[in-house]
């Protein structure tokens, strides 16, 4: 009776952590460098899940909707499925309604050109975790069409961004999502729009980062809880 009563006491707490996460708050693993230098690979990044809407547990499927994501947010949602319907993590840079093009490279949003600064400060380029030759890309502070400014690369030459001449109208209940490493992220220039109702939550919070130095894994400290701005 003694190891009944322990496991259904273990089996309560198991429960209620898998609803913690999956109603409120979850954690992710960032595998790649598409949010760069936003969020580096080996971030694990904090989810509220209750930014926009409720949903029911353990399905992912939104039942209430009381807040619309906004330009700025980082959202983790539900990719395409054309794309295999992974999770994925990238910036809103338009929501419904918005008219977003480029013209030459240049963003603009509504007509509005998004202020971009570069920034010769380098050290936030340390130890991110991709292989690429980070000397090839610039440090920008992206504003103006947020309520924060925030940091992405750009290829110096020759990268997809500077090339970019299109423009695209966000439907209702839904967002245009990028990702912070501008020419080396496969977001909503690609693939379309986002429904609203695919986003999990707003990202706000890097509990804890790892990297690789040789062959050791090794702490971020200078990255644990580090709040995100959006």
């Not at 949003?109 to 030759?133: A, F, M, Y």
């Not at 000397?135 to 500077?162: A, C, M, P, V």
Request: charged share 20%; proline share 3%; glycine share 8%.
């Amino acid at each position: 009776m003694k190891y009944l009563k322990e496991f259904k006491e273990i089996l309560i707490v198991l429960i209620l952590v898998v609803l913690f996460r999956s109603c409120i708050l979850n954690w992710y693993y960032i595998p790649s460098g598409s949010m760069i230098p936003t969020l580096k690979i080996g971030d694990h990044v904090v989810v509220n899940k209750l930014s926009y809407g409720f949903m029911l547990p353990f399905m992912e499927t939104q039942i209430l909707s009381w807040n619309s994501p906004q330009r700025g947010d980082v959202v983790v949602f539900q990719g395409p499925s054309s794309e295999g319907a992974q999770v994925l993590i990238k910036r809103v840079i338009a929501t419904s309604g918005d008219n977003v093009s480029f013209v030459n490279g240049v963003l603009k949003i509504n007509g509005i050109e998004v202020q971009e600064t570069v920034n010769k400060d380098r050290s936030l380029l340390q130890d991110t975790g991709n292989n690429d030759d980070i000397s090839d890309f610039s440090l920008i502070s992206e504003s103006g069409f947020s309520k924060f400014s925030h940091y992405i690369l750009r290829k110096k030459n020759g990268g997809i961004t500077s090339t970019e001449n299109r423009t695209w109208v966000v439907p209702e209940g839904k967002v245009f999502c990028m990702g912070d490493n501008r020419d080396n992220s496969y977001d909503g220039r690609f693939w379309g729009f986002t429904d609203e109702k695919s986003i999990y939550g707003r990202a706000f919070l890097i509990s804890y980062s790892t990297g690789d130095k040789g062959m050791w894994p090794h702490l971020r400290n200078e990255r644990w809880f580090m709040t995100l701005a959006n």
